[in-house]
Antibody
C-alpha cells in the first residue's frame, strides 16, 4: 500500500525557515517524480515544486523560486522541502504527491499525503 | 488567476448529471492532456481520472472525461450527496515547466 506522510509544519515568524518532510512507502520511491502542492485556507490547489525520479531535476513555481528548495533522499525514501524567507502568503496546507508514471507522462498525481499545515505569522 | 479555467461552482439534484469544464492552452491540456481530482471536505485531493478517460481502481464509471483540443470536461452521472466536493483539473505545462491547476469547482448536490 502506497503511503505518503508529511511532517515538519508549524508556526513560524515571517522571514523564518521550515523544512518539510514526506516519508514514502509502498513503491519504488527512487523511480518516481514527486511534487509539493499547497492550499491556502479556503483556497485552491497551488503547485509549489517538483523533482523528477532518477536525475532529480527540479522545478519551482515563480512564487517560491529562490526561497524554497526541493530535494529527495532515495536511501531514506523521503522527499523534502526547505522553505526559507517565509512570508504570510506562504501559509497553507502543504501536500506531497506522487507522479502516476515513472516517465511523468501522462501527468497525473495518483497518491497524496494528508498534508502538513504551515502558518507564517508574527 | 489560474492557468486552467474552471467554473467556481455547479449544482444539480441527486440522480442528475453535471459537467465541469476546464479550459487551458496548447502548452498544457492541448499537449499533455489533463487529470482530475476530487477533494472532499477536510481531506486531501484524490485522483479521479487521467489521460483518455482512465480511472484508478475504485473510481466508478459514473465519472468520465471528454477532451477537445485545449479543453476538457468532467462529467458525473447519477449524482449522489457523497459527490459533494471540490473538483480540480491539473496538468503539466510544457512552456512554463510547471504543474498547473484550475481554480477548482465546488459541486453542490441539491
Amino acid at each position: 500500500e502506497v503511503q505518503l506522510l508529511e511532517s515538519g509544519g508549524g508556526l513560524v515568524q515571517p522571514g523564518g525557515s521550515l523544512r518539510l518532510s514526506c516519508a514514502a512507502s509502498g513503491f519504488t520511491f527512487s523511480s518516481y517524480g514527486m511534487i509539493w502542492v499547497r492550499q491556502a485556507p479556503g483556497g485552491g490547489l497551488e503547485w509549489v515544486s517538483a523533482i523528477t525520479g532518477g536525475r532529480s531535476i527540479t522545478y519551482y513555481a515563480d512564487s517560491v523560486q529562490g526561497r524554497f528548495t526541493i530535494s529527495r533522499d532515495d536511501s531514506k525514501n523521503t522527499l523534502y522541502l526547505q522553505m526559507n524567507s517565509l512570508r504570510a502568503e506562504d501559509s497553507a496546507i502543504y501536500y506531497c504527491a506522487k507522479d502516476l508514471a515513472v516517465t511523468g507522462t501522462p501527468p497525473a498525481l495518483d497518491y497524496w499525503g494528508q498534508g502538513t499545515l504551515v502558518s507564517v505569522s508574527s | 488567476q489560474s492557468v486552467l479555467t474552471q467554473p467556481p461552482s455547479v449544482s444539480a439534484a441527486p440522480g442528475q448529471k453535471v459537467s465541469i469544464s476546464c479550459s487551458g492552452s496548447s502548452s498544457n491540456i492541448g499537449k499533455n492532456g489533463v487529470s482530475w481530482y476530487q477533494q472532499l471536505p477536510g481531506t486531501a485531493p484524490k485522483l479521479l481520472l487521467f489521460e483518455n478517460n482512465k480511472r484508478p481502481s475504485g473510481i466508478p464509471d459514473r465519472f468520465s472525461v471528454s477532451k477537445s483540443g485545449a479543453s476538457a470536461t468532467l462529467g458525473i452521472t447519477g449524482l449522489q450527496t457523497g459527490d459533494e466536493a471540490d473538483y480540480y483539473c491539473g496538468t503539466w505545462d510544457s512552456s512554463l515547466s510547471a504543474w498547473v491547476f484550475g481554480g477548482g469547482t465546488k459541486l453542490t448536490v441539491l
